[in-house]
């Protein structure tokens, strides 16, 4: 018998796409499970072509069919969405009382900083919630599960694959490359990622640094430190394997704050056998063992001396090499993703089929954005709530003031990231939105 399975994510395209796309194309065709894609907000043309021709069903735009889309859900045999701080998501889930259905969390960020944090709502309400990393146990609100509710947790690396890299073989050239693909943001990198550099004492470094989207911006700060004429800088790249082949070691300190979980971009550079090295960062420190795949430095002095070690040692960074590709290229293919899925849908098939309901103190049309928006944030939405129920011009400047200090963190500024400013682009017309986001621009 051939089992429905229903994907719904808030977008496809990105990372999360590339996750969700590699993998449907590695279980198509499937003789047990059949699979369709529905998109509450837009799937960029590469991911619909090749949903389309996997021949597979893939709906777009579906935040404004939820009447529709509760009827996919319940004729499906198992609902996986795709979850992370989507404004159109929470939406969903909040306004709507699904049907009868058995309904799987995929956690695409590990619930450490907000506004990507897990809340006791969102934990509690899939039949299964299913972790991108392992780092996931160790937050506040996971640790606080009744010991029944955590028997419902599992984890799944989130990976798009890393078979297309793992034939990379080294390019001769000159110089000494220390590469970085990936997120050029400090929503993600560090925020010292230059300064950083300007600090590794190698006389023939080159930084090469591919992605995007502020990598003009970065770019411009280089020449503060007079090194702009040792980084390239490529924007976003449709082929890393040419980068992948000629970097010496991949340089990838990223922020404290950085809502990774299962990185693709640091999987590939492994499977690759380009050395790693990283921050002691929780998702860092689960994806890289020190001294065994890579490098994990405590701090920024120990990432300097770190790279500056390899470009001494060749004979550490071919062991390093070789152990990095080898555990990559197990732990992170497609097969083993494919794999871990069968072992979790065969288990949920078991459950039978349930109403889901958000637990929430308002009916209808009494939700507003502003409440979606809070209902995202748990614990975080206090300073949030306060200020709504101000009754003085005081006490609201007091609770302005709580909410600016968010507005200090790169990733509290980004435009998606489940900030304000993200669920303000999706509900313009809620006042407290706006006030919320023109307030945290402010701060800029």
């Not at 996986?80 to 929470?90: M, S």
Request: contains cysteine.
């Amino acid at each position: 018998m051939n089992r429905k399975i229903l994907h719904i994510t808030p977008h496809l395209g990105g990372g999360v796409g590339r996750v969700l796309i590699n993998y449907l194309s590695k279980v198509k065709p499937d003789t047990f499970f059949s699979h369709e894609v529905a998109c509450l907000d837009y799937a960029n043309d590469n991911a619909f072509n090749t949903v389309k021709n996997i021949g597979l069903h893939l709906h777009d735009k579906m935040a404004g069919e939820h009447q529709q889309l509760l009827k996919m859900i319940a004729a499906a045999d198992i609902v996986l969405i795709h979850w992370w701080n989507h404004p159109l998501l929470y939406d969903f889930l909040v306004r709507q009382t699904l049907p009868p259905a058995r309904i799987i969390f995929w956690s695409h960020t590990s619930g450490f900083h907000s506004p990507y944090v897990f809340t006791e709502k969102a934990l509690n309400y899939p039949d299964m919630f299913v972790f991108t990393t392992p780092i996931s146990y160790e937050t506040n609100e996971v640790r606080s599960l009744p010991d029944e509710r955590r028997k419902s947790l599992r984890v799944v690396w989130s990976t798009g694959g890393v078979e297309h890299v793992k034939s990379v073989k080294p390019k001769e050239h000159t110089g000494f490359n220390i590469g970085y693909i990936g997120t050029v943001d400090y929503c993600k990198m560090h925020r010292d990622f230059l300064k950083i550099n300007s600090k590794i004492k190698i006389p023939d470094a080159k930084f090469i640094v591919c992605g995007g989207p502020s990598e003009k911006q970065i770019r411009e700060e280089s020449k503060f430190y007079g090194m702009d004429n040792q980084y390239t800088f490529t924007g976003q790249i449709d082929d890393i394997t040419n980068f992948l082949s000629e970097f010496d070691v991949f340089g990838y300190p990223l922020a404290p704050y950085h809502y990774g979980t299962c990185d693709q971009a640091l999987a590939e550079s492994m499977a690759s056998g380009v050395v790693p090295v990283v921050l002691s960062n929780k998702m860092e420190r689960h994806m890289v063992t020190d001294g065994l795949t890579g490098m994990v430095a405590q701090n920024e002095k120990e990432y300097i001396n770190a790279i500056e070690k390899l470009y001494l040692n060749n004979e550490l960074r071919t062991y390093l090499s070789i152990n990095a590709k080898k555990y990559a290229v197990k732990t992170f293919s497609l097969d083993t993703i494919k794999q871990e899925w069968e072992k979790v849908f065969e288990e949920i098939l078991a459950f039978p089929k349930t109403i889901k309901k958000w637990k929430i103190n308002l009916q209808g049309t009494d939700i507003s954005a502003k409440d979606i928006f809070l209902e995202s944030l748990g614990n975080y939405a206090e300073s949030f709530i306060s200020y709504c129920n101000s009754s003085s011009k005081k006490e609201k400047k007091k609770y302005s003031d709580k909410i600016k200090q968010f507005a200090e963190s790169a990733v509290w500024q980004a435009d998606s990231k489940g900030t304000v400013h993200h669920y303000h682009s999706f509900f313009s017309d809620d006042v407290y939105l706006s006030e919320w986001s023109e307030l945290m621009r402010k701060t800029n």
